[in-house]
């Protein structure tokens, strides 16, 4: 197989510079209602659900932006793979806190790991991510690792 070169490895451990958002009341309540909450506490804005702190890390681009099939951009993150078809491949989640109206959260973005596999109709390379969210002072709120998967 070998589709990884050592280019292609030397990525691993490349970060996005962090960014900062303030999780407000307001974008909580309309994440809530567009995603059909129906807990209290979301709809009334005081707590973020989980899948909340994923869209901060989605840019809000002009419509000419974005691909043909509707699709922001794939993240910089995302290296010049030999296998173009790039497909989700889950999440694993650790939650230490919830996210609440008011928390300033820093987000940090990181590609920790590429490896081969045979697929049934082919090679597949897995791209792995850390999503980190911690408050302005350090403390963990959420890491989500996301796995990625090229065929």
């Known amino acids: ?3 990884l070169t050592d280019e292609l490895r030397a990525l691993i451990g490349t970060e996005l510079a962090p960014f900062e958002f303030e999780v407000t009341r307001n974008d909580i309540k309309k994440y809530a209602v567009a995603t059909g909450q ?3 506490r979301y709809l009334e804005g005081d707590e973020a659900p989980l899948l909340f702190l994923f869209s901060a ?3 809000v681009i002009p419509l000419s932006e974005l691909l043909p099939d509707g699709r922001q951009p794939d993240s910089s993150l995302i290296p010049e793979l030999p296998l173009k078809r790039i497909m989700a491949g889950g999440s694993d989640y650790q939650i230490y ?4 109206a008011g928390d300033v959260l820093v987000c940090t973005q990181k590609l920790t790991d590429l490896y081969e596999k045979q ?3 082919g090679p597949l ?3 792995v991510f850390e999503n980190r969210f911690e408050t ?3 403390e963990p709120v959420v ?4 796995t990625r998967i090229a065929r």
Do not use: D, H, K, W
Request: proline share 4%; aromatic share 12%; net charge positive.
């Open 125 to 127: 390379i897995f791209m």
């Open 136 to 138: 302005s002072v350090g």
């Open 119 to 121: 697929g049934g109709s």
């Open 143 to 146: 890491t989500e690792y996301l």
């Open 57 to 59: 890390m989605m840019p």
């Open 97 to 100: 806190r919830r996210a609440y």
């Open 1 to 3: 197989m070998n589709l």
């Open 38 to 40: 129906r807990q209290r």
